[in-house]
């Protein structure tokens, strides 16, 4: 059972990164799969979900409008496509799964409904 973030890095305020999320070891299709994101000082949160089945996505407010998230089953990836970066998005950025039951109408930004976790990977966004 394993998640291995990559795409991480330095840039500045307004530009974009794309973080991908390889997963392996667990059926990739029967999870959902999102991106937390824990800045020094401050509990980790969650930024943004695609749920399993209807592949809904859901977004944190301080990133509605500016990220993207995406699941392709078939290559059993993940991956956010971050634009208009600001430095608040500074943070050290989880990939993880987990299987919330269907039908679900809680916090799908819950981190407890995740057990499977990535090591993480660095984003900083400067001014």
């Known amino acids: 059972v394993n998640l291995v973030e990559s795409g991480g890095g330095w840039v500045q305020a307004g530009e974009s990164l794309r973080l991908s999320c390889a997963a392996s070891?667990?059926?990739?299709?029967?999870?959902?799969v999102g991106w937390f994101r824990q800045a020094p000082g401050k509990e980790r949160e969650g930024v943004s979900v695609?749920?399993?089945?209807?592949?809904?996505?859901i977004y944190g407010d301080s990133v509605k409008g500016r990220f993207t998230i995406s699941r392709d089953n078939t290559k059993k990836m993940v991956y956010l496509q971050m634009t208009s970066l600001k430095p608040e998005d500074t943070a050290v950025y989880y990939c993880?799964?987990?299987?919330?039951?269907?039908?679900?109408?809680?916090?799908?930004?819950?981190?407890?409904?995740?057990?499977?976790w990535g090591q993480g990977i660095q984003v900083t966004v400067s001014s």
């Open positions: 695609i749920s399993r089945g209807t592949s809904r996505s």
């Open positions: 070891g667990f059926p990739f299709d029967d999870y959902a």
């Open positions: 993880a799964a987990g299987r919330p039951p269907l039908p679900y109408g809680g916090d799908y930004l819950d981190r407890r409904l995740f057990g499977i």
